[in-house]
């Protein structure tokens, strides 16, 4: 059974930083193209960053680029998200999700696995 784990979400100050976990079981992880995405209240669900399981094809929405890095630890079977400079807009439930697609990785449509959630919230 696929699972996605997230972990590290929390509450931190504006200016602060959090970094995010996500550890999946997936067959054949190598295959998969990882995406963070994120849903404040009301709004749709949007996306964060992503990364291929090799390590390439890393992108990153407008809002967070140069403040949030994605990256991946293949030894620990690992995606991180580290979020730096941290603004009261960037509250959300953080959600991790996993994809065998090789293209429209800034939509959640083609993500066939999705973690949780863990909640982030930023104080001003």
């Known amino acids: 059974q696929v699972q996605l784990v997230e972990s590290g979400g929390g509450l931190v100050q504006a200016g602060g930083s959090l970094r995010l976990s996500c550890a999946p079981s997936l067959p054949y992880f190598s295959y998969y193209a990882m995406g963070w995405f994120r849903q404040a209240p009301r709004k749709e669900r949007e996306f964060v960053a992503h990364?291929?399981?090799?390590?390439?094809?890393?992108n990153y929405a407008d809002s967070v680029k140069g403040r949030f890095t994605i990256s991946r630890d293949t030894a620990k079977n690992t995606v991180y998200l580290q979020m730096n400079s941290l603004k009261p807009e960037d509250t959300a439930v953080y959600y991790c999700a996993a994809t065998m697609t090789s293209s429209g990785l800034a939509s959640p449509t083609p993500y066939e696995y999705w973690g949780q959630g863990t909640q982030v919230t930023v104080s001003s």
């Open positions: 990364i291929r399981w090799s390590g390439g094809d890393i």
